[in-house]
């Protein structure tokens, strides 16, 4: 029954999936100057036959509906073009670049998690304490705070001032782990490398506060909230007739349907995150595809930045379809 | 057409006691006025003209530091540009992107999510699909994008503020519309024969437009944080307009040096958005007790 | 086996502290069922909760002891109280919808209840667990236990859910069973089962019952003996047949007044005048006063207290002194 309902709210993505698609391409296609242009204001003077050559090879002068059916089946093949300024395929340098942005959104996503949620949680069990008005204080202070000054002031701060942390890049020089994952906290466990795990968490560090800051602020509000109505549901009270520890009551009965709306916020929140993405990249130095994407767009690159695109959508839809699917499980009333 | 105007009065001077009576409220309102005075008199207020300096001058810390001058309060940056006036100026595009986007959004949502909610059938499905397919980009993403495409501009920033942002105010007002319209009071109003145009903005659209407004007070700082996020990337207003996103950008590359270059103007950021913040939050307690708006 | 003597609660408000329970005493046998009847807001849910010691803050017990099987429940550390609490003492709440937790499965909290009182007398394996609580699920009426046992609560009837409740209230095999309203939320057939299945529950196993309703009509057909409240205190006390054919306070009196009765002889419903009192700023003096039709200008003047007038009855009014 819920394997089906499960299925049902798989299948609903494609539409969506699809429907991005077209819209990427739209804006993409109906914008002036086209990228013929943009290639020949690189490559000095050209002839009109190499212009009549190129728009044949990108398609270009075909009617706009034929370009369409071309680009979404190659892009259904993982095709997404090539890259004008770096004369590689679209896909293989996202390929390249992706580990480092899912390394530092996982990065995010764990220090405002693990951060917000026992915040949250004590908040509300505490309400009106010191550490509740302290923490709620901080946390408005988080919805409040633009990403790329407190990025900035945490270089100030902490690279330039206290000189304890470093302020760009992934790594030193020559440190990388051996490649299996990409992901270089995770392959410096595997691989049982000490030294550069140790760099390689130091280096995540600023950019993962940065860019994790304004979903923790948000899910510890969330949690709070959301703990607070839970505690005064009668089904607390019966925990504690039962018996059991506050410690149980809170932990079994309390956190689990507290739980279930921060979940929904963390999936609204995964757009924040992806957007932020390319700012703290740009802050940081971070090789990802968030960078990769603000060059681009500078490169007026437009394959790239189509190509970039589609990944944010994509996974901002699949993070909502996890958050929906993880849903299910943590609310058995729901219906998809 | 009088006692309109004077029922709205009452109800404008009525919301004002609350906010007095609401600290956190009040400090918000506060500073917001704070700096819409600053934005308004700008060229009265600023000690030098937004985009002249010397490079001579360059580099000058704020006031209380070693080296600095009372001359240039916060200090100047790379090239000798006094940044308490450049802050000063810059709460213009902050205030006006962020009003009028918001404005833009609230107003479009408005429309299309009462139809919607209203007549639901075609026109809803259609428009809700087609807001469910902008939900999928994330906001920043979408904007960014959009910029990258349209070029830097004052109207091109809001115009790619608004393509996305209007979707939330079409979810609150159609989402409300619809649980509206089937109470008693529209029920009794369609009894006495009114016009769905007069039943929309005349009974259901005073009962929802709490929320609306609530909703609005909030997202203003969000567009403000989302345009100077812009500015930051060089993708906002025009280079030389003082934003605060870009000036935070003009000094990322001297943070190790002249620290104040940066960290100045993203004060005033945050402490507008936080203004703001507070402001909105203040008037959901009042307006909003049902929390329709998160 | 219970006794409280001069319980106290209060709360806390802007406008001064309200003591929704005052000077409260009461007595239960082994095996007997007590009925606690009054108005909503009277304290009923109040006292039950707090011989649990359960009120939630900013409420606090200030004065009085809850004598349970020789010891103070007040005077007892957290640990020792959450030993009887489930144990010894179990509780049926009001609304069966909103007390079993959604995101559990109805017979995993049956099974939690047995868990949490078994740590310490030697460990039972899941599956006997499992029998256990089907075994109770069968004993309080639940039909197919072994396919309800999986089940949510939303995917219960709220009859089924109160049964089910009760199941988690008698898993330890309580001698004291607090009963909050637990048929006000069903439906009136419902209810008759539910309060049948509390009284075999009462004859077979002994369990004496403090039962709260405010409804006298079902307080007399089920409880042995009746303490009747108003605005925080008791008011009457004695064994339910006497009460209910010769009461003594003017407030059980009323009360018996509004009960519709379907067998002849009808008569008019004389609803009692007024409404309950702000509980803050009471005094010790009667709180019934100014709705009562048989006030004298004394009341307003001096204290009263629960006076005993013999055969177990007692009576907090002027009349009686």
């Given at each position: 029954m819920r394997g089906l309902r499960v299925l049902e709210r798989i299948l609903s993505t494609i539409p969506i999936v699809f429907g991005v698609a077209v819209i990427v391409f739209c804006v993409m296609r109906f914008t002036p100057g086209d990228p013929i242009d943009v290639m020949m204001g690189r490559e000095g003077h050209v002839s009109q036959e190499q212009i009549d050559a190129l728009r044949r090879e990108f398609g270009l002068d075909k009617p706009i509906h034929v370009q369409l059916y071309m680009f979404l089946s190659r892009a259904v093949r993982g095709d997404l073009g090539n890259s004008l300024t770096k004369h590689r395929p679209v896909s293989a340098l996202i390929r390249e670049r992706l580990p480092a942005t899912v390394e530092l959104a996982l990065g995010a996503l764990v220090f405002s998690l693990v951060l917000a949620i026992p915040i949250g949680v004590i908040s509300a069990v505490r309400q009106y304490s010191f550490v509740d008005r302290a923490s709620m204080a901080a946390a408005f202070f988080g919805i409040s705070m633009p990403a790329f000054w407190l990025g900035i002031i945490s270089i100030i701060v902490?690279?330039?001032?206290?000189?304890?942390?470093?302020?760009?890049?992934?790594?030193?020089?020559?440190?990388?782990?051996?490649?299996?994952?990409?992901?270089y906290v995770l392959d410096s466990v595997l691989t049982g490398n000490v030294s550069s795990l140790v760099a390689a968490l130091r280096h995540l560090l600023l950019p993962s506060v940065t860019l994790g800051a304004p979903m923790a602020a948000i899910v510890a509000r969330v949690m709070r909230s959301s703990m607070l109505e839970v505690l005064r549901q009668d089904y607390v009270m019966l925990a504690r007739a039962k018996g059991l520890t506050e410690w149980a009551v809170i932990t079994r009965h309390a956190l689990v349907n507290a739980l279930i709306p921060t979940v929904t916020v963390v999936g609204v929140q995964t757009g924040v995150l992806l957007g932020g993405n390319m700012i703290v990249e740009t802050i940081f130095s971070w090789p990802g595809i968030g960078r990769l994407a603000v060059d681009a767009i500078f490169n007026r690159d437009y394959p790239l930045v189509q190509g970039v695109v589609m990944v944010y959508a994509l996974t901002f839809v699949l993070a909502n379809l996890a958050v929906d699917i993880l849903y299910t499980y943590i609310n058995p009333k729901i219906n998809l | 057409m009088l006692m309109r105007v004077r029922t709205v009065a009452r109800n404008l001077c009525g919301l004002l006691y609350l906010i007095c009576r609401h600290p956190s409220a009040l400090i918000g309102l506060v500073i917001l006025v704070a700096y819409v005075v600053m934005a308004l008199f700008a060229p009265v207020l600023a000690?030098?003209?937004?985009?002249t300096g010397s490079v001579r001058q360059?580099?000058?810390?704020?006031?209380?530091?070693?080296?600095?001058?009372p001359a240039h309060l916060l200090g100047t940056d790379h090239v000798g540009r006094d940044i308490l006036s450049r802050i000063i100026y810059g709460a213009r595009v902050s205030l006006w992107v962020g009003v009028l986007s918001v404005a833009i959004s609230m107003v479009v949502g408005l429309v299309l999510g009462a139809i919607s909610g209203y007549y639901r059938g075609i026109i809803d499905d259609v428009l809700s699909r087609f807001a469910e397919l902008l939900m999928a980009f994330p906001f920043l993403l979408f904007a960014i994008g959009v910029m990258a495409i349209l070029g830097p501009g004052f109207f091109n920033l809001i115009a790619a503020l608004t393509f996305k942002s209007w979707v939330e105010f079409f979810r609150l007002v159609r989402g409300e519309t619809i649980s509206e319209k089937t109470k008693e009071y529209v029920e009794a109003a369609r009894a006495q024969g009114q016009s769905n145009f007069r039943i929309v903005t005349g009974e259901i659209l005073p009962n929802i437009i709490h929320s609306v407004v609530v909703l609005a007070t909030l997202r203003v700082g969000y567009m403000i944080i989302t345009e100077a996020s812009l500015s930051f990337l060089g993708i906002g207003v025009q280079p030389g307009v003082p934003a605060w996103g870009s000036m935070v950008d003009d000094g990322r590359d001297y943070v190790r040096t002249a620290w104040w270059v940066s960290t100045m103007p993203g004060l005033a950021l945050l402490l507008l958005v936080l203004a703001i913040n507070l402001f909105g939050e203040g008037l959901r307690d009042i307006l909003d007790p049902r929390l329709k708006v998160d | 086996m219970l006794r409280i003597h001069n319980l106290t609660t209060e709360f806390p408000t802007r406008r001064g502290a309200v003591?929704?329970?005052?000077?409260m005493s009461l007595s239960l046998q082994r095996g007997q069922i007590m009925g606690l009847v009054g108005e909503s807001g009277c304290g009923k849910s109040v006292t039950l909760l707090s011989i649990l010691r359960l009120v939630a803050r900013p409420g606090r017990i200030i004065s009085g002891s809850i004598h349970f099987e020789g010891r103070d429940i007040l005077s007892m550390a957290p640990a020792e109280v959450r030993r009887i609490r489930g144990a010894d003492i179990a509780m049926v709440f009001q609304d069966p919808l909103t007390t079993l937790n959604p995101v559990f499965r109805v017979g995993e909290q049956i099974r939690e209840s047995l868990r949490v009182h078994r740590i310490g007398t030697g460990r039972t394996s899941r599956r006997e667990e499992r029998e256990t609580v089907l075994s109770l699920m069968k004993e309080v009426g639940i039909p197919s236990p072994e396919s309800r046992y999986w089940q949510y609560p939303h995917e219960f009837s709220g009859g089924m859910q109160q049964r089910a409740l009760i199941a988690i209230a008698l898993a330890c095999r309580p001698k004291l069973l607090l009963a909050d309203e637990p048929t006000t939320a069903l439906d009136v057939t419902i209810q008759a089962q539910i309060l049948e299945l509390l009284s075999r529950i009462n004859s077979e196993r002994g369990t004496a019952i403090l039962f709260v309703t405010h409804d006298l009509a079902v307080a007399s057909e089920f409880c042995h003996w009746i303490s009747v409240m108003y605005a925080g205190r008791i008011v009457e006390q004695g064994p339910v047949d006497e009460v209910i054919a010769d009461p003594l306070h003017p407030y059980t009196e009323g009360l018996l007044r509004s009960i519709p009765r379907l067998v002849k002889p009808r008569r008019r419903l004389s609803p009692i005048p007024g409404d309950v009192p702000d509980l803050i700023g009471l005094t010790n003096r009667c709180s019934f006063e100014s709705r009562c039709d048989r006030r004298m200008p004394e009341c307003a003047e001096r204290p009263v207290s629960l006076v005993d007038v013999g055969g177990g009855r007692h009576v907090r009014c002027i009349l009686y002194e």
């Open positions: 902490f690279s330039v001032r206290l000189g304890i942390l470093p302020s760009y890049g992934r790594l030193p020089y020559g440190l990388e782990p051996a490649r299996v994952t990409g992901l | 000690p030098y003209p937004p985009n360059s580099f000058l810390p704020p006031a209380w530091q070693e080296g600095g001058s | 003591r929704a329970v005052e000077e």
